[in-house]
């Protein structure tokens, strides 16, 4: 594709749900990264993944977040027990070694109720 | 870890005026500073970065200079317009484009016509 697509754009839960969000880089990037941004805030790392490993998962914030990129390409996080704290733009990024630059999908505006 | 912070939280300027922003970050084995630009329902989009082996880079009309000493990188538009008006990230790596930014709080820049 032509650059990062993520799907739903929005999705709408219940406190103690459990939510998938699902990323597509553009193809041939190797680095792929997720992102929490939350209203007024800029982007803060969650995790970093180098084909199909986890290179930093430091920004994960607790044990219900989790996030796997099987194939070296698409990317799902997966939050358990969702939290109203856990409302936010949920953004992914992906990146090749040449072109040394983080270009960034639209965005899942996941909402906590 | 990592922190970057950015001051004001708002700017206005007049059409044709030059804007600035400037960014601190408070760990000196950062080595690369993106800024990005954000517009509404968007995600975040590279408009210029640098690196810590030179002091400028400019590209038309957006520049940006970094102080290693001061530990403070800053964003130049010059000849504003008001498609320039939207949201404005910087953000710190200590490895590199291809690892985690950290981001500051961003900067609301509006263009008046």
């Known amino acids: 594709g032509a650059g990062v697509s993520q799907t739903p754009s929005n999705k709408v839960t219940e406190k103690g749900k459990y939510v998938e969000l699902r990323c597509d880089p553009i193809?041939?990037?190797?680095?792929l990264y997720w992102y929490r941004q939350s209203l007024g805030q800029g982007p803060e790392f969650l995790i970093y993944?180098?084909?199909?490993?986890?290179?930093?998962d430091s920004g994960l914030p607790n044990d219900r977040f989790f996030a796997v990129r099987p194939e070296g390409s698409v990317s799902t996080l997966k939050i358990q027990r969702t939290e109203r704290g856990d409302s936010a733009v949920y953004l992914c990024?992906?990146?090749?070694?040449?072109?040394?630059?983080?270009?960034f999908g639209p965005g899942t505006r996941l909402t906590v109720l | 870890g990592e922190n970057v912070e950015q001051h004001p939280s708002t700017l206005s300027v007049q059409e044709g005026d030059s804007a600035v922003i400037k960014c601190t970050y408070s760990?000196?084995?950062?080595?690369?500073f993106p800024w990005y630009k954000q517009e509404l329902g968007k995600g975040p989009q590279l408009i210029i970065d640098?690196?810590?082996?030179?002091g400028e880079k400019k590209d038309q009309r957006i520049a940006v200079t970094l102080n290693k000493t001061a530990k403070h990188f800053s964003l130049h538009i010059t000849e504003t317009q008001p498609e320039d008006s939207a949201v404005y990230f910087c953000?710190?790596?200590?490895?590199?484009?291809?690892?985690?930014?950290?981001f500051g709080k961003g900067i609301t820049l509006s263009v008046r016509p």
């Open positions: 990024a992906s990146s090749s070694t040449y072109l040394d630059e983080q270009f």
């Open positions: 193809s041939g990037h190797t680095a």
């Open positions: 993944f180098q084909g199909t490993g986890a290179a930093d």
């Open positions: 760990d000196s084995a950062s080595n690369y």
């Open positions: 640098i690196r810590s082996n030179v």
């Open positions: 953000a710190a790596s200590s490895y590199g484009a291809n690892s985690k930014l950290t």
